[in-house]
């Protein structure tokens, strides 16, 4: 009985030897690349010599273009 503990305990403490701690920092994907968003007048051209139909409205309130196409 004894040296069934022994086994035991032997095999928790390599399960637990075996075990990696990270370390290091991760970082959000969102801050580490930087996406260039085009301007509201080119991307309305660009959907323009896509054949797109583009329509765009400015909120009053917040002063944001929507952009719509069709």
Known sequence: MKKYFKTIGFCFLMLLASCQTNTKQSTPMASQTTVKTPSTAALKEILTKQGYQ????VDEVSGDTILMQQ
């Open 54 to 57: 583009v329509f765009d409205y």
